[in-house]
């Protein structure tokens, strides 16, 4: 399905979207479809100097960088509750599991590297077994994405990593600039249903339109970016770099703030905590947080032995995961080239040089 | 795999043996499923145990696949949840989730020596697999247990280790002298040297603090050992034993789900990040 929408016509698509009685969501239980009838559309906010993905209130402005923060919330949240817990000792306790409610999110706005992130997090929770949190959170998610007709930031290399500005990886829907309207294209069912929804806001794209597209397409590939010089070699290369001095050089000004990887779409640690609010009886929720490599206390066991102790270590388990290891489970990079690290650290860490260095180094 | 991967199922503390007090005690605990739940495991599996308010910890399943009715854990006191455990009374009931990660591969060991070798906690991951030998003795052909700890006083599961002489050669050692000693004094690695078991037609399966595993491999090196056929287990820190929480790598593999498992011949092809 491909469509035109004026760039006026957005409110009004994203309206008939909150209005909308959505019959089929992908994954979504017949039950829990009953109780939704909504989409809670998302798109870049600007509150506090962050650009981040909100819902409420005002129209939808996509003419923006990309954001700040990357959508894997909607799917992954930084903090959730599995389960709330009431116990008097000796007795059995009462477990009251806490399944995420069956919000449909529609995110507009979300960019081709991001897209791509969504890709790399579908790897992770359903390896091995279904993570139930994300997988009921996910099934409920749709990207609106919009193409990148120039790269959103000095720091973009998606094209290096194996993506593209114009990508409809991980994406429901793609949209694509092109000037004072958007060409909008379904990707999946769901996009389908997203766009059906918007029914009479849509018009059929001209003979016109499709060659402005492919034209677009084809310019926003050959804009300049910054580049992993060989993201082929980069896992041999890494490999050969495990003990390299080279890492703690390039780490020695990391502050530890772990940034660059809660800002990533595709980082994924966590960990796993009770929070108290009852001492007798015992009260409380477990609960998943946002957890992060660049902590020394990660990996730290009790006895104090660390697996990971030096700031090079660290810096090399971000890289090397991101390059070597999830290509090595997966057969792709971890990183989609947005940018963001590189952007945020306070210090300059720069994952491109990085990689680029300890290849060059490795010979 | 249950409908929610979190979510623990109940079990009841049945039973409580302090093996070591002081200040790395070690008690055991025999914890049987509430409603009748519980799983099957391997030798070598591991499960997530919770105290609801404490948290979770991973701890080695140290009671043998063949006995159904409970399951063993034995837990050294060190930080928040461990530290909880041992506040314990029988009859309380926590969590549970498992089993996880990969097994020893007892069978392909059916017709061979056994040499296990143990330092301090570890010899709770291995216990499943000396007892399940020693269980169905006639399938294996010698089988040797070296055990060693700081002092007499640190040694676990004594009585148990006595009980299995006659089946198998107990090679006990502590690490410095004591009056009425009466076996070797010395580590781990040094006795196994000493002892010198042959390498025809055995595995050797280790576990313990990581010099000491470190160690142990030199020396049975030293033996004649191959890498295939010395066996050893991985503990790196763990949240989730799913694969997911990214905590306990190493290279490419999550110990949780593909350890902790690994012949040496496996583990040194991976980084040394344990
Ligand atoms: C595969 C495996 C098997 C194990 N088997 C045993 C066993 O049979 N008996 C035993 O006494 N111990 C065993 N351990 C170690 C045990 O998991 C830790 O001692 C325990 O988690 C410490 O938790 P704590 O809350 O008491 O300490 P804290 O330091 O307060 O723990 C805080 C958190 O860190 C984590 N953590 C800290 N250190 C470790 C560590 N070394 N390994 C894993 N997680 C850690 C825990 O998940 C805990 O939630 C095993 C570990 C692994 C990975
Ligand atoms: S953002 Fe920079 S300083 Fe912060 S942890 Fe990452 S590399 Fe280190
Ligand atoms: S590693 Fe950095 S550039 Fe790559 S996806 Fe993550 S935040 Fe973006
Ligand atoms: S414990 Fe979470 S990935 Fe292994």
Redesign the pocket.
């Known amino acids: 399905m491909e469509k035109i929408l004026g760039k006026t016509k957005i409110d009004d698509w994203v309206a008939a979207l909150s209005d909308h009685p959505q019959e089929v969501g992908r994954g979504c239980k017949a039950a829990e479809a009953a109780t939704t009838t909504h989409w809670q559309v998302s798109a870049p906010v600007l509150e506090d100097g962050i650009w981040s993905y909100q819902s409420g209130s005002g129209s939808v402005q996509l003419e923006h960088s990309n954001t700040t923060q990357p959508p894997k919330g909607f799917s992954f949240p930084q903090r959730e509750v599995f389960f709330s817990f009431e116990q008097i000792k000796g007795e059995p306790p009462k477990l009251t599991q806490k399944l995420p409610q069956a919000t449909r999110h529609a995110v507009f706005g979300v960019r081709p590297c991001d897209g791509c992130g969504a890709v790399r997090m579908d790897k992770v929770f359903s390896d091995h077994v279904a993570d139930t949190y994300y997988t009921a959170r996910r099934s409920n998610v749709a990207y609106v994405g919009l193409a990148c007709n120039q790269p959103q930031g000095i720091n973009c290399f998606c094209l290096s990593v194996g993506g593209s500005p114009v990508s409809s990886d991980g994406m429901d829907v793609l949209m694509t600039d092109l000037g004072d309207r958007y060409f909008v294209a379904a990707v999946t069912d769901t996009g389908k249903a997203l766009m059906a929804a918007g029914n009479s806001v849509f018009s059929e794209p001209t003979a016109a339109d499709r060659k402005q597209l492919q034209q677009t397409h084809a310019e926003a590939i050959a804009q300049p970016q910054r580049a992993i010089n060989n993201l082929d070699a980069a896992p041999a290369k890494l490999k050969a770099s495990f003990d390299s001095p080279l890492w703690e050089e390039l780490a020695r000004a ?7 990887t809660f800002l990533c779409p595709t980082c994924h640690c966590f960990d796993i905590n009770d929070e108290n609010t009852s001492a007798t009886p015992i009260k409380g929720n477990r609960v998943r947080t946002w957890d992060n490599c ?1 902590f020394p206390d990660f990996t730290m066991h009790t006895s104090g032995h660390n697996p990971r102790e030096s700031l090079g270590s660290r810096l090399r388990q971000r890289v090397s995961h991101k390059f070597q290891y999830f290509h090595e489970n997966f057969g792709m990079p971890q990183c989609t080239g947005c940018g963001r ?1 590189i952007t ?4 300059g ?1 720069d994952i491109v040089n990085v990689v680029n260095k300890v290849a060059e180094h490795a010979g | 795999m249950p409908d929610n991967i979190y979510l623990p199922e109940l079990a009841r503390i049945a039973h409580i043996k302090e093996e070591i007090s002081g200040e790395r005690a070690i008690k055991t605990y025999r914890v049987e499923p509430v409603n009748g739940g519980g799983f099957e495991h391997n030798c070598g599996q591991c499960a997530m145990l919770s105290i609801f308010g404490r948290g979770e910890m991973m701890i080695s399943i140290a009671s043998s696949p063949l006995i159904t009715e409970y399951k063993q854990f034995s837990v050294m006191r060190v930080g928040r949840v461990s530290a909880a455990f041992h506040e314990l009374d029988v009859g309380d009931v926590i969590g549970i989730r498992g089993p996880y990660g990969n097994s020893f591969p007892v069978d392909d060991w059916r017709g061979k020596n056994l040499v296990f070798i143990g330092g301090g906690v570890g010899l709770a991951p291995i216990w499943p697999v000396i007892t399940t030998a020693v269980a169905q003795r006639a399938d294996f052909k010698n089988i040797s247990v070296f055990y060693g700890a700081r002092s007499p006083r640190d040694l676990m599961y004594k009585a148990e280790l006595e009980r299995l002489r006659g089946d198998a050669d107990i090679q006990l050692s502590v690490d410095k002298a004591e009056e009425g000693w009466k076996e070797f004094c010395g580590f781990v690695p040094a006795n196994v040297l000493d002892k010198k078991p042959s390498p025809n037609n055995t595995i050797a399966i280790t576990c313990g603090p990581p010099i000491m595993i470190k160690f142990v491999i030199q020396n049975l090196q030293q033996l004649g050992f191959a890498d295939e056929q010395i066996y050893t287990t991985i503990e790196n820190k763990m949240k989730c034993g799913l694969g997911k929480c990214g905590r306990c790598n190493v290279g490419k593999d999550y110990v949780c789900t593909k350890g902790p498992v690994y012949s040496w011949a496996q583990l040194k092809q991976l980084p040394e990040e344990y």
Not at chain 1, 254 to 260: A, E, F, M, R
């Open positions: 990391c502050i530890g703030c772990g940034v660059c660049q690290c945020e650290c306070s210090v860490i």
